[in-house]
């Protein structure tokens, strides 16, 4: 019984390290969505510029392939951080499902201990009840 709680505090924390691990992932994720947002935004006022000066039109148009390449590599950052996110769940539910599995069987080995305990104990007072029963019929049949 003592693998099974060892097991569980070791799992437990597998588990713990991994939801830390998802902490940073989301986070990362975040930023990196408003740093995408930010150069969106930062590509429409260039635009409203551009619209509205003939200088500004001149170089709007490597500006916005180069925004425009940024803005992709945020994407594939994305989705590679939302396939780590993907992995580590599906990673952490593994983790989970063991523990509770540990759990499960570490109870039902406890219960079986508390059943063997009272079966022992019942049998330990019905030889006490036998063996004083016995005595007083001995003692009924010398009186």
């Not at 390290?17 to 590509?43: C, F, G, I, P």
């Not at 022992?120 to 006490?128: P, T, V, Y």
């Amino acid at each position: 019984m003592k693998s099974l709680v060892t097991l569980i505090k070791l799992y437990t924390r597998q588990l713990d390290e991994k939801r830390r691990e998802m902490v940073v992932l989301e986070q990362k994720k975040l930023q990196l969505e408003a740093a995408l947002e930010r150069l969106r935004e930062e590509l429409k006022r260039e635009q409203a510029i551009a619209a509205s000066s003939q200088e500004a039109r001149y170089s709007y148009s490597s500006y916005a392939k180069s925004n425009n390449e940024r803005q992709q590599k945020f994407i594939q950052s994305i989705s590679e951080v939302d396939i780590k996110i993907y992995t580590l769940t599906h990673t952490i539910s593994l983790l989970y499902s063991e523990i509770k599995k540990f759990e499960i069987a570490s109870n039902n080995k406890k219960r079986q201990v508390e059943q063997e305990e009272t079966r022992k104990e019942d049998i330990r007072l019905a030889d006490i009840a036998l063996k004083a029963h016995m005595k007083r019929e001995e003692e009924d049949t010398n009186s």
